[in-house]
């Protein structure tokens, strides 16, 4: 089997992910990262922009779950509970446990569920396993560290090469 590393969409925030989007591709289950795709992971609590997004998808009809790599639970319960929806905890991403576990819970098949993340070795890597569509995001809050600079660098090609790159403007 080859999998492929090069995301299906790229987006500049999770807020260009809209409901007509997803319901253009068939989504009704999207499942995400949390730290550097929904808030900086310096942030403790969903801000009003998050909470706008969340509800908009709730009116359309599609469920969110937060798929989680944390090494604590403490803070992604916080902002789970604060946004009203579920997740799946020390997922183990880039194996594909916690996105079969949600997606089995929500009755819904690969076709119908998406990934939405900012790391390439893990959300993507996971999203492609399970055979779900990826949603690549630039990293929330920008890349913190040099690490983190490092590593958003190594994934700028393959975000560039995907037929759905939808970012308006190149970050320098
Ligand atoms: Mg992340």
């Not at 403790?44 to 944390?70: C, K, M, Q, Y």
């Not at 700028?156 to 790159?165: I, N, T, Y």
Request: charged share 25%.
């Amino acid at each position: 089997m080859t999998l492929s590393l090069v995301p299906d969409d790229v987006f500049d925030n999770y807020a260009d992910v809209t409901p007509a989007f997803l319901r253009a591709n068939g989504v009704r289950l999207l499942l995400t990262d949390l730290d550097y795709t929904l808030a900086p992971k310096s942030q403790a609590e969903p801000d009003e922009a998050l909470r706008a997004w969340v509800e908009t998808l709730r009116d359309a009809g599609v469920t969110l779950r937060i798929i989680s790599n944390n090494r604590s639970s403490v803070r992604v319960e916080r902002f789970c509970r604060s946004l009203g929806i579920g997740y799946v905890g020390h997922a183990g991403k880039p194996g594909t446990r916690g996105l079969l576990t949600a997606m089995r819970e929500q009755g819904a098949s690969a076709r119908e569920t998406a990934m939405l993340g900012d790391k390439l070795l893990t959300d993507t890597l996971a999203a492609k396993r399970a055979g779900v569509r990826m949603l690549m995001v630039e990293p929330k809050g920008g890349p913190v560290g040099a690490w983190n600079h490092a590593l958003h660098a190594m994934q700028e090609p393959f975000k560039r090469v995907s037929a759905g790159d939808q970012r308006r403007k190149r970050r320098i």
